[in-house]
């Protein structure tokens, strides 16, 4: 069983520089006429080049604020982000991101959808590439239809392709699969890993279930409850590509994984609050 360690470590001096560095980050919210909220204490991460890192802990520690803060929608109270070694100061254009709704624009069609991200950057051959796009993930057939003709999935598959259309350096994914029903959910996390391995982007994840977690991630970070911290980083080593996740949910290093994980988040996980 892989040992788990602290990620807030320093990196190690061999090691190559980071694609995203968070620095003992804090977030206290401010509510008027309340007292202030500490959110988010001290947290310290890295996530190497052509990574996926998950993110899991209780509901409110945190986890879609490390989005907003690597993404420059939101800054840190204290500490700070860094991307390929420069601060984040403000929006980041080289970001994809992606979330547990699908987001297509009713009035355009799956192609025009895949296509919109492309046309605020004004790229001349948007509707090939969307196209393409479309095709690997097997939706080609439907760029024609509007968002109400598409089951729950193919919106879904319409969201990924568009998040990969604009070949972001960084993916941000905030539980994007979240709201599929449970075979839906396998099938789009087998279909985002093959397309992932063609490109090797940069992944910061953030899920509540850990079987998504482990089937897609080289390393999950646990989070406290609130104020989220960092507890433990727990690297996953196992091969890729990987095994489906029904099958890869039988072997004994997947179940080792999922108790050591378990074990952690166990007890910051509160029913009542």
Same mark, same amino acid.
């Given at each position: 069983m892989p040992?788990a360690?602290?990620?807030s470590?320093p990196?190690?001096?061999?090691e190559?520089?980071? !694609?995203i560095?968070l620095?003992d %980050?804090?977030i206290? $919210?401010?509510?008027?006429?309340?007292?202030?909220v500490?959110? %988010?204490?001290?947290?310290?991460?890295? /996530?190497p080049?052509?990574a996926?890192?998950?993110?899991?802990?209780p509901?409110?520690c945190?986890?879609?604020?490390m989005?907003?803060?690597?993404?420059?929608l939101m800054p840190a109270?204290?500490?700070f982000?860094e991307v390929?070694?420069? *601060?984040?100061?403000g929006?980041?254009h080289?970001?994809g991101?992606?979330?547990?709704?699908d987001?297509?624009?009713?009035?355009r069609t799956?192609?025009?959808?895949?296509? $919109?991200g492309?046309?605020i950057?004004g790229?001349?051959?948007?509707?090939?590439v969307a196209?393409?796009w479309?095709?690997?993930v097997?939706?080609? !057939? $439907?760029?024609?239809?509007y968002r109400?003709e598409?089951?729950?999935?193919?919106?879904q598959?319409?969201a %990924?392709?568009?998040?990969f259309?604009?070949d972001?350096?960084?993916?941000l994914?905030?539980?994007p699969f979240?709201?599929?029903?449970s075979?839906t959910?396998l099938?789009l996390?087998?279909?985002?890993?093959?397309?992932w391995?063609s490109?090797? !982007?940069?992944v910061?994840f /953030?899920?509540h279930?850990?079987?998504?977690?482990? $089937?897609?991630s080289? /390393?999950v970070v %646990?989070f406290?409850n609130?104020?989220?911290r960092v507890?433990s980083t727990?690297?996953i080593?196992?091969?890729?590509? *990987?095994?489906?996740?029904a099958e890869?949910a039988?072997?004994s290093?997947f179940?080792?994984?999922?108790?050591r994980i378990?074990?952690?988040? *166990?007890?910051e996980v509160r029913?009542?609050e």
């Amino acid at each position: 069983m892989p040992a788990a360690t602290t990620i807030s470590d320093p990196l190690p001096a061999t090691e190559t520089r980071p !694609k995203i560095r968070l620095v003992d %980050v804090g977030i206290t $919210f401010r509510p008027p006429r309340r007292e202030p909220v500490v959110a %988010v204490q001290n947290v310290s991460l890295a /996530v190497p080049e052509g990574a996926i890192v998950t993110i899991v802990g209780p509901s409110g520690c945190g986890k879609s604020t490390m989005l907003n803060i690597v993404s420059g929608l939101m800054p840190a109270t204290t500490g700070f982000a860094e991307v390929d070694g420069e *601060r984040v100061t403000g929006i980041r254009h080289d970001v994809g991101y992606m979330f547990a709704r699908d987001g297509m624009l009713p009035w355009r069609t799956a192609g025009r959808n895949v296509e $919109f991200g492309l046309e605020i950057r004004g790229v001349a051959n948007r509707r090939e590439v969307a196209r393409e796009w479309l095709r690997r993930v097997g939706l080609e !057939k $439907f760029a024609g239809h509007y968002r109400h003709e598409l089951s729950q999935g193919m919106r879904q598959r319409v969201a %990924v392709a568009r998040t990969f259309a604009i070949d972001p350096d960084i993916l941000l994914m905030d539980e994007p699969f979240g709201a599929l029903d449970s075979q839906t959910r396998l099938l789009l996390q087998e279909l985002f890993l093959t397309v992932w391995e063609s490109t090797r !982007k940069t992944v910061l994840f /953030v899920t509540h279930d850990l079987h998504e977690a482990i $089937f897609l991630s080289d /390393v999950v970070v %646990v989070f406290t409850n609130r104020p989220g911290r960092v507890k433990s980083t727990i690297p996953i080593d196992l091969p890729r590509p *990987r095994l489906p996740p029904a099958e890869l949910a039988t072997a004994s290093e997947f179940r080792d994984l999922y108790s050591r994980i378990w074990s952690d988040l *166990r007890d910051e996980v509160r029913m009542f609050e």
